[in-house]
């Protein structure tokens, strides 16, 4: 795993979360995220509005988000809200740091997902397709 591989897979999770929730666009934050391969933790530091991504620690971080690389990766082939959610439900991921922001981001990407969710169904069932199961990992 290199560094501008975990820089990029960072800045590419982020602008798919701001795709899927474009009420965290204007959000006036610096964070971290400590994305780990095996021995090897890279910093990135995440600099919002923007966002601006580079390979650097970040002393000044209101919020910390750890996540293993393969998980990374993998969400971000989903590249599905639902998916992020459940991986935070299930403990996968974590965030850190000032309280109130890790609530406000968490509040606005559960009713977004809530939202979609709820819209997705309805389409399914307007369209005559079978209701999707979540299926458990």
């Known amino acids: 795993m290199s560094n501008a ?8 999770a982020l602008k798919q979360l701001l795709e899927h929730v474009p009420a965290l666009k204007p959000l006036k934050i610096v964070a971290a995220a400590e994305v780990q391969g095996g021995r090897d933790v890279q910093l990135i530091r995440i600099q919002m509005p923007g966002p601006k991504v580079s390979k650097a620690m970040a002393p ?9 690389r393969d998980l990374l990766n993998e969400m971000n082939d989903l590249n599905d809200l639902q998916a992020w959610v459940r991986a935070w439900d299930h403990g996968k991921f974590r965030a850190s740091g000032v309280e109130e922001y890790i609530r406000l981001i968490g509040q606005v990407v559960s009713k977004t997902a809530a939202k979609q969710k709820k819209l997705q169904d309805q389409r399914d069932l307007d369209s005559g ?3 999707r199961q979540h299926q458990p990992r």
Do not use: G, L, M, Y
């Open 129 to 131: 397709a079978p209701r």
């Open 60 to 68: 000044d971080a209101r919020v910390t988000v750890s996540i293993r």
């Open 5 to 12: 591989d975990s820089r990029t897979a960072v800045e590419v």
